[in-house]
């Protein structure tokens, strides 16, 4: 069953036209991926689907129902949750502060407790380090911590936008362990990542965009034999 379906949709930042007729699926509980080279609009594609962005024609359905026209806040109370590249979390905060600022919406609120222990059970180092500033983190740790956060907004859609970048190859394995770890849980992932390797392993099934239109997609392990795939995006690495 699809729990997030986009039909034809289109994105602009004013005059600048980034996506087109964007057609993609979400599978329930499953980890689904988006792969494409820098600047070509994977980022705007999650916006879109959070409503921070409005899409100028297209529509998208989650859980059955219409979403394209509402305002970002009733998206996330409906279970949207998106964790943004680059790791931002609030320094100065201990762990488990960030963690409770990802538990606004009223269903996470009422969940509170269940998640985090749900997110100290997937990142038991985020139990040993609950009281410490989250400025002391190391830059895998501040990824499970932005992570974590996600998991607090009681997700049926967890967005996550390139969590591997610039980590360390043990940080990147850790994070794509979480990742499966949390899809296990029995949540939806949507995972954008230029580590393609990697990705085609842990989702089942990847879009891969090309100057803002879906240029291929298919289960993971076609794509990973697929002769421009290789070509292009698995050769260099
Ligand atoms: N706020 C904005 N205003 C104007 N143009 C923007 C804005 N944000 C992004 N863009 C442009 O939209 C295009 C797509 O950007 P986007 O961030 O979605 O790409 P991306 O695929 O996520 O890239 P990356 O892999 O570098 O994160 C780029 O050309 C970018 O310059
Ligand atoms: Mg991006």
Redesign the pocket.
Same mark, same amino acid.
Request: charged letters at 25%.
């Given at each position: 069953m699809p729990i997030l379906k986009l039909h034809k949709v289109n994105s602009s930042? #004013?005059q600048?036209h980034?996506l087109w007729d964007v057609d993609l699926v979400v599978e329930e509980k499953s980890i689904t991926g988006l792969i494409?080279?820098? #600047?070509?609009?994977?980022?705007?594609?999650l916006?879109t689907i959070l409503g921070t962005i409005y899409p100028s024609s297209g529509e998208i359905h989650f859980n059955g129902e219409r979403i394209d026209r509402l305002p970002p806040k009733e998206i996330v109370k409906r279970g949207v949750v998106y964790v943004p590249?680059g790791r931002r979390v609030f320094p100065e905060m201990t762990v488990e502060e960030n963690l409770n600022l990802g538990a606004m919406n009223p269903k996470a609120r009422d969940e509170r407790e269940e998640n985090l222990r749900e997110v100290y059970q997937i990142f038991p180092v985020l139990k040993e380090r609950r009281h410490q500033l989250a400025g002391t983190l190391s830059g895998g740790e501040l990824q499970f911590l932005a992570i974590g956060r996600g998991v607090m907004g009681s997700p049926q859609l967890l967005m996550i936008?390139?969590p591997s970048l610039g980590l360390s190859p043990i940080a990147i394995n850790n994070v794509f362990e979480t990742i499966r770890k949390i899809n296990q849980l029995g949540k939806t992932i949507l995972i954008?990542e230029?580590n393609v390797p990697r990705l085609l392993k842990i989702a089942s099934y990847t879009y891969l965009?090309e100057n803002?239109k879906i240029a291929r997609s298919g289960p993971s392990e076609i794509l990973e034999k697929d002769e421009y795939i290789t070509r292009s995006y698995l050769g260099i690495l």
């Open positions: 930042y #004013g600048i980034v494409g080279p820098n #600047g070509t609009g994977k980022s705007t594609l916006k590249e936008d390139e954008v230029q965009m803002g």
